[in-house]
């Protein structure tokens, strides 16, 4: 395990903020291990007869405040350090916007892409089956994550309910609205990451209308981001995605690029544009970066060549605590994933609660509540932050540790 991996980085976020609130030494011990760990195997049987064994992982973090929550992913690179890693995460990030939820991830070791649609639903519904003895709408709700959409939690959804006898629209979020999903959850990720954008712009004192923002990732986070943030008045400068980006200093055209994107699969070689590669990104002159693929792509490596002076992390884990430090150093301002990109967990918190009631809101309303909660938790961390003199993400570790720590500190050790 190297320094840099996901749950060593998350590990040394949760130190860091253990020791500037002088957290008691025992409940710091428990919040550094995962309550479950589940590995499994997922044999699935391919259209051509044979069968591949992939594995599948699921892990709850932290239950103290609530049901487990997170998203299942599928990745090759998909492993237990990095489902660990997002399932802390997520504790924090619950913590930090005030739902009732602890942290879960999972995820299964495979390229989805590489599977037709028959062997991918074969696969999901065998690693639902797996799995089925830590979800459900009162223990554990899963959500879709990095290669998973709204047809995979529906597919999940129909295995719990086929095993339950009755269906049990509850059990996963991010589902299509025939089957019980939510107005306003497809974006609410994005939506989120621009309410705060422009809640520190506004604390930055910069102007919608004069700010650069270059995004890294143009998939389920990044696409809608460009487009919300270009609607907000900001000119999106710079996007990339796996295979490459695209710059324009006078602003890219969020609706010809995505038509592209919709036509090519890709916005390399977008033509209101010049090409760039992924790694001259981060050194694309702007005032707003905003990675929105993988963890880990800031680095020590790289971190001097970010020109932004903000940072709004969409993705998970982006940052490596090596470049934090440089960043810090260098005095660019980062807007931690576990805050910025929570409108995510809370817009499924929603449809949660709509399930449960059966009783369902309009987009305004879903939209307006995300925005009541995303702005208050950022000004939650910012007095936290200033207070104490700390950097965003210490501010906001110690905010969802702290929550987490006086749950379990009033609910007590059992037995």
Known sequence: MTTDSPWQAALAQLDEAAVVLGLDAGVLEVLRHPKRVLEVSVPTRMDDGSVRVFTGFRVHHNTTRGPSKGGIR????VDMDEVKALAMWMTW????????????????????????????????????SEILPLIGPERDIPAPDVGTDEQIMAWIMDTFSMNMGY????????????????????EATSRGVMYVTSATLKHRGLSVEDTRVAVQGYGKVGAPAVKLLSDLGCKVVAVSDVHGGVFNSNGLSHADLAEFHRESGTVTGFPGGDALANTELLAVDCDVFIPAALEGVLNQSNADDVKARIIVEAANGPTTPGADDVLNDRGIFVVPDILANSGGVTVSYFEWVQDIQAFFWTEDEVN???????????????????????????????????????AHATRGLYP
């Open 93 to 128: 990030k619950c913590a930090i916007v005030g739902i009732p939820y602890g942290g879960a991830k999972g995820g299964v070791a495979v390229d989805p892409k590489a599977l037709s649609r028959d062997e991918l639903a074969r696969m999901t519904r065998r690693y639902a």
């Open 368 to 406: 307006a509540r995300l925005r009541s909660i995303m702005e208050r938790a950022y000004v939650d961390v910012l007095n936290l932050a200033q207070e104490r003199q700390v950097s965003m993400r210490v501010a906001a570790t110690m905010l969802g540790v702290s929550r987490v720590a006086e």
């Open 74 to 77: 599928y990745h090759p690179d």
């Open 167 to 186: 269906s049990v629209p509850g059990v996963v979020t991010g589902k299509p609205l025939a089957v019980g999903g939510s107005l306003g959850r497809a």
